[in-house]
């Protein structure tokens, strides 16, 4: 078997990688809607984040009392159960339908916004640009799904709706 000389292998990867660009080109991007394959980066790299911060522990149905466990159908929908303290009740917002109608410049100032305990929003507000928008293109790609999460009550209020005290006592 002859080897090809360096000229000619040089010549043959050229060509190869030149078929690949015009084939790439020609076929345009894959997925729904022009996705592009970083973005599938950025995806994975939002569930990542959403799973180790701990979103899922208040905005997902079930989640922290079944050991981490939730169906996937309720991943990041809210929750009717409140958190009540000297602020008054607030509650886990769907986060798949919050994302439905804002950009992700949008999204950017509110990932940031202060929000009612216990959402630590200050954690948020210290993720880096690229890390808040990785997790906005991951809710995103959930699609929309359950209710919004009840209106906040104002202390004093009525609550109508389960509630964990949050408020230390002795």
């Excluded at 180790?52 to 159960?81: E, M, R």
């Excluded at 409140?82 to 607030?90: A, I, L, R, T």
């Excluded at 690229?130 to 959930?142: A, E, K």
């Amino acid at each position: 078997m002859k080897i090809p000389s360096a000229t000619t292998a040089a010549v043959i990867t050229l060509a190869a990688i030149a078929v690949a660009a015009v084939t790439v080109s020609i076929a345009g991007p894959a997925g729904p809607a022009g996705s592009h394959a970083p973005q599938d980066g950025s995806i994975s790299h939002g569930r990542y984040l959403v799973t180790i911060t701990g979103c899922h522990d208040c905005h997902t149905p079930g989640h922290a009392q079944n050991g981490g466990h939730a169906p996937p159908a309720n991943w990041l929908t809210g929750s009717a159960v409140g958190f009540q303290g000297p602020w008054g009740v607030s509650y886990p917002a769907n986060l798949r339908l919050t994302v439905q109608s804002m950009t992700e410049a949008q999204w950017l100032v509110y990932a940031r916004a202060e929000r009612r305990p216990p959402m630590p929003w200050f954690s948020l507000r210290e993720m880096s640009d690229q890390d808040l928008i990785d997790i906005y293109r991951y809710i995103r790609s959930l699609g929309p799904a359950g209710v919004p999460a009840p209106a906040p009550v104002v202390p004093g209020g009525k609550v109508s709706t389960p509630y964990i005290d949050f408020v230390p006592h002795n």
